[in-house]
């Protein structure tokens, strides 16, 4: 049987800055508030014009380039995203275009997790035997969903993309992965309107239905329970311990949430990724984006072993752990 593994990254951040002392003119707030309760000093914004596409295929260059292979070598693409350009045509879709891949491609939507689902979906494409290099995007533009008079949101979300380029290895890179959905608890971290069930109307758009609603109170609840034990279950699958992670790469909400995580999980501060302060919460692009951080830092050595770890709306949840065998940064 054939493995997966990580062969290249690459990352996209918009130029943009939307910093806590701009956010200060706009809202109720400050940057101490902002700091105290979320770790955010700063966050991207998208440009008049770019999209989740644009994001993407940004972050897409890069992961190929980074691998040593050309458009022509990919051979699926998987994007993770909740901000599609479009409710039709897939984000997928408008990427291979872009990038000039001519291979097939396929959304994921599991929220804030997309990263470690479209991980998930890429990796077994690769066990299958139904592909050998595989580009896997996260990336999200949520910043176009929030209201910027709601200081309990606008304060959280950045815009950017992250990817990385899977390959069929004789060792696996990508080891245990777990994922996890309760759709009981939908209601705590939604768009209300613009879908199906609710289609956006001008009284609708009034009400701010078409902006993210979130019980942050209980997304933290949901948070700190739900990444220790989905991180347990992975590293179980994959014959592995807490002890043995040397980086737990969680998905990038909320400080407070990393550090009572790492402290349940029993895993030293110091080995937990954190970028909040510079990026935000940037969704299904935060987890690729972090390990893009720790590559580039020279922090990030063959042999380590991640735990990459996501949550978000759905409820949704997943974990993968991740042997790394890239070498050092070109």
Same mark, same amino acid.
């Given at each position: 049987?054939?493995?997966?593994?990580?062969t290249?990254?690459?990352?996209?951040?918009?130029?943009?800055?939307?910093?806590?002392?701009?956010?200060?003119?706009?809202?109720?707030t400050?940057?101490?508030?902002?700091?105290?309760?979320?770790?955010?000093?700063?966050?991207?914004?998208?440009?008049?014009?770019?999209?989740?596409?644009?994001?993407?295929?940004?972050?897409?260059?890069?992961?190929?380039?980074?691998?040593?292979?050309?458009?022509?070598?990919?051979?699926?693409?998987?994007?993770?995203?909740?901000?599609p350009?479009?409710?039709?045509?897939?984000?997928?879709?408008?990427?291979?275009?872009?990038?000039?891949?001519?291979?097939?491609?396929?959304?994921? &939507?599991?929220?804030?997790?997309? =990263?470690? @689902? /479209?991980?998930?979906?890429?990796?077994? *494409?690769? !066990?299958?035997?139904? #592909?050998?290099?595989?580009?896997?995007?996260?990336?999200?533009?949520?910043?176009?969903?929030?209201?910027?008079t709601?200081?309990?949101?606008?304060v959280?979300?950045?815009?950017?993309?992250?990817?990385?380029?899977?390959?069929?290895?004789?060792?696996?890179?990508?080891?245990?992965?777990?994922?996890?959905?309760?759709g009981?608890?939908?209601?705590?971290?939604?768009?209300?309107?613009?879908?199906?069930?609710?289609?956006?109307?001008?009284?609708?758009?009034?009400?701010?239905?078409?902006?993210?609603? &979130?019980?942050?109170?209980?997304? =933290?609840? @949901? /948070?700190?329970?739900?990444?220790?034990? *989905?991180? !347990?279950?992975?590293? #179980?699958?994959s014959?592995?311990?807490s002890?043995?992670?040397?980086?737990?790469?969680?998905?990038?909400?909320?400080?407070?949430?990393l550090?009572?995580v790492?402290?349940?999980?029993?895993?030293?501060?110091?080995?937990?990724?954190?970028?909040?302060?510079?990026?935000?919460?940037?969704?299904s692009?935060?987890?690729?984006?972090?390990?893009?951080?720790?590559?580039t830092?020279?922090?990030?050595?063959?042999?380590?072993?991640?735990?990459?770890v996501?949550?978000?709306?759905?409820?949704?949840?997943?974990?993968?752990?991740?042997?790394?065998?890239k070498?050092p940064?070109?």
């Amino acid at each position: 049987m054939k493995h997966a593994a990580i062969t290249g990254i690459g990352a996209y951040l918009p130029e943009r800055r939307l910093t806590n002392a701009d956010l200060e003119t706009m809202v109720d707030t400050s940057d101490e508030w902002i700091r105290t309760r979320t770790g955010i000093g700063e966050r991207r914004l998208a440009a008049e014009g770019e999209a989740t596409s644009d994001l993407a295929a940004a972050a897409g260059v890069a992961a190929i380039a980074d691998a040593g292979l050309t458009v022509d070598d990919i051979d699926f693409l998987v994007v993770g995203t909740s901000s599609p350009d479009h409710v039709f045509p897939s984000t997928a879709s408008l990427v291979q275009a872009k990038l000039g891949l001519t291979c097939a491609g396929v959304d994921v &939507m599991a929220a804030c997790t997309s =990263f470690v @689902f /479209a991980l998930h979906h890429a990796t077994v *494409t690769i !066990e299958a035997g139904r #592909a050998s290099t595989v580009l896997v995007i996260g990336a999200d533009a949520l910043t176009r969903h929030v209201d910027f008079t709601d200081r309990r949101t606008c304060v959280l979300f950045g815009d950017g993309a992250g990817a990385v380029v899977l390959q069929a290895a004789d060792e696996p890179g990508i080891m245990g992965i777990d994922l996890g959905s309760d759709g009981t608890g939908a209601d705590v971290l939604t768009i209300p309107a613009g879908g199906s069930a609710m289609p956006c109307t001008p009284e609708r758009v009034a009400e701010g239905l078409h902006h993210v609603r &979130m019980v942050g109170s209980e997304v =933290f609840k @949901f /948070a700190v329970r739900a990444i220790p034990e *989905t991180t !347990e279950r992975a590293l #179980a699958a994959s014959g592995l311990t807490s002890d043995d992670v040397t980086w737990l790469v969680p998905h990038q909400a909320n400080q407070r949430i990393l550090d009572t995580v790492a402290d349940r999980l029993g895993i030293a501060h110091e080995r937990v990724v954190s970028h909040i302060e510079w990026v935000g919460n940037t969704s299904s692009a935060s987890i690729p984006l972090a390990v893009h951080d720790l590559y580039t830092s020279g922090n990030l050595r063959p042999g380590d072993v991640l735990a990459l770890v996501g949550f978000g709306a759905g409820l949704t949840w997943g974990a993968a752990i991740v042997r790394w065998t890239k070498g050092p940064v070109r």
